[in-house]
C-alpha cells in the first residue's frame, strides 16, 4: 500500500519568517504522526531557510516513524547525514534562488561523482533516493550510479490539466514500471494536493508519496493531525 511522508519545512518557514522559536517543526512532526504520517521528511537547505540543524538532530531522536533528509549533494551536507543517520536521503537539486525544488536531479553531468558521493552514504546503511524528472535516461542513470530509490518529480503533473495532464500521468506510470523493472523503489511529490492525489497513488507499487504544501496549508483550518489524516484516507482509499 502507498504509505504518506509528511514534509514539514512550511512549518519551519513561518517560524523563521520571526525567527523566532514557534511553531516548533519537531511538535509538528508529533502531530504528523498521529495523523498516519508514515515518515517525516525535512530539507535541510544550504541558506537554511526553513529547517534548522537543531530541528534535524532532534527529530532524529523524537519521531517515531522514519526520517527523510532531503538534502544537496555538497559535502557540507555529506557530513551532517553522516552524524545524523537518517532513515533515508533523498538527494534533490538546490539552487539558492529558487522557491522550491523547481526541477529533478541532473544525473547525466555528475554520474562519476555521484557514484561516490552515494557509495559513501551506503557505507553508513542509509537508503537513497534521487529526486528526478520522470524521464527514461534519469531512471537508467540511477539504477547506475546506485540509487535504491527514486522519487519522481509530479510538479508538472500538479500544474498541467485536462489531457496535458493525462499524458504526464501516462508519463508517470511508465517511468514507475521502468524504474520498477530495474529494481528501484519509486516514490513521488511535488505540488500533489487533496484534488490530485488520487491519480498518483493509484499507481501500481507505488512506494511512498512526499507531501508538505498542500497539508500545512489545510492544516491552518482544521489542524494538522486532521490535514494528515484526511489526505492519508486519500491515499489508502483505492
Ligand atoms: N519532494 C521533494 C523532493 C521536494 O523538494 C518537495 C518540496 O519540498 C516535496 C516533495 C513536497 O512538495 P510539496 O510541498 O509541493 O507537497
Not at 131 to 155: A, C, M, R
Request: no cysteine.
Amino acid at each position: 500500500m502507498t504509505t504518506l511522508g509528511v514534509n514539514i519545512d512550511h512549518i519551519a518557514n513561518v517560524r523563521q519568517a520571526r525567527k523566532t522559536i514557534e511553531p516548533d517543526p519537531v511538535q509538528f512532526a508529533f502531530l504528523a504522526e498521529l495523523g498516519g504520517a508514515d515518515s517525516i521528511t525535512v530539507h535541510l537547505r544550504e541558506d537554511r531557510r526553513h529547517i534548522q540543524d537543531r530541528d534535524i538532530f532532534l527529530l532524529r531522536k523524537t519521531i517515531k516513524t522514519k526520517l527523510n533528509l532531503e538534502m544537496a549533494a555538497t559535502e557540507e551536507m555529506l557530513e551532517i547525514a553522516k552524524k545524523l543517520l537518517p532513515d533515508y536521503i533523498t538527494l534533490v537539486p538546490e539552487k539558492r534562488e529558487e522557491v522550491t525544488t523547481e526541477g529533478g536531479l541532473n544525473l547525466k553531468s555528475n554520474v562519476k561523482y555521484l557514484k561516490d558521493f552515494v557509495g559513501n552514504l551506503k557505507d553508513s546503511n542509509i537508503e537513497i533516493s534521487a529526486f528526478i524528472d520522470p524521464f527514461s535516461d534519469q531512471i537508467k542513470y540511477s539504477k547506475e550510479i546506485g540509487f535504491n530509490f527514486v522519487e519522481l518529480h509530479t510538479g508538472k503533473y500538479s500544474e498541467l490539466k485536462g489531457y496535458d495532464q493525462y499524458k504526464e500521468l501516462q508519463r508517470i506510470i511508465e517511468a514507475t514500471h521502468e524504474a520498477n523493472d530495474l529494481g528501484l523503489v519509486v516514490n513521488a511529490g511535488h505540488g500533489l494536493n487533496y484534488f490530485n492525489v488520487k491519480k498518483i497513488a493509484s499507481i501500481n507499487n507505488m512506494n511512498e508519496l512526499n507531501i508538505g504544501h498542500s497539508i500545512v496549508a489545510r492544516a491552518l483550518a482544521v489542524g494538522l493531525e486532521k490535514s494528515v489524516r484526511e489526505m492519508k484516507s486519500l491515499i489508502t482509499s483505492n
